[in-house]
């Protein structure tokens, strides 16, 4: 993956990336700060997912962005939401992992990606699975199986039980199936 700020650009035209100060938090490996600074993230995109920056002068933990102080909810940087207005985070604790806190649920873990460039990577190839569907086309049940390879491949546990790619296939078979 050819990491700059284009690396968005045939997806969104509206990218959030953040400054070498934004991310001082001790924690963030090398590789996010990297990807943060140099590519950013869409301001929006499939799986209903959407990234901000939620306060002006750096990452913010979830009890910055949300007002609260659970201990443990300090070990997350909120960088966007997911459709139910989830908070996706880093993980600071698990080696920068992304992951959401279903808000639900008493903010209970619920893995992504092993690291921001893996979840990148299964960003762009879900971004272009739907977008062939968008052009009025069903996708079959050999293309899923395909995105799904691919997504295991991109990420051995991208496809675990009770992960956020499950969850988000299993919906598109079920909303398939309607």
Partial sequence: M???KNLWKSYTETIHAFSD?????????????????????????????AFEK???KRISTVNEVLGTSEKELDNYLMIGTNGSGAPVCI????KNEIVY????????????????LHFARCLMHYQDFMAAENGGRRYTDA?????????????KR??????FWTGELEY???????
């Fill in 2 to 4: 050819q990491l700059s």
């Fill in 143 to 155: 293309e899923l199986q395909k995105l799904k390879t691919w997504l295991r491949k991109t990420d």
């Fill in 91 to 94: 993980d600071l604790a698990k």
């Fill in 21 to 49: 100060a934004e991310l001082a938090r001790p924690g963030l490996s090398a590789e996010t700060v990297h990807f943060l600074t140099d590519c950013g993230l869409p301001a929006d995109c499939q799986p209903c997912l």
């Fill in 101 to 116: 806190l279903d808000h639900d649920q008493s903010f209970e873990r619920v893995f992504i990606n092993a690291s921001i």
């Fill in 172 to 178: 598109l078979e079920w909303e398939r199936a309607i």
């Fill in 158 to 163: 991208a496809m675990d039980d009770g992960s």
């Fill in 54 to 56: 939620f306060v002006d």
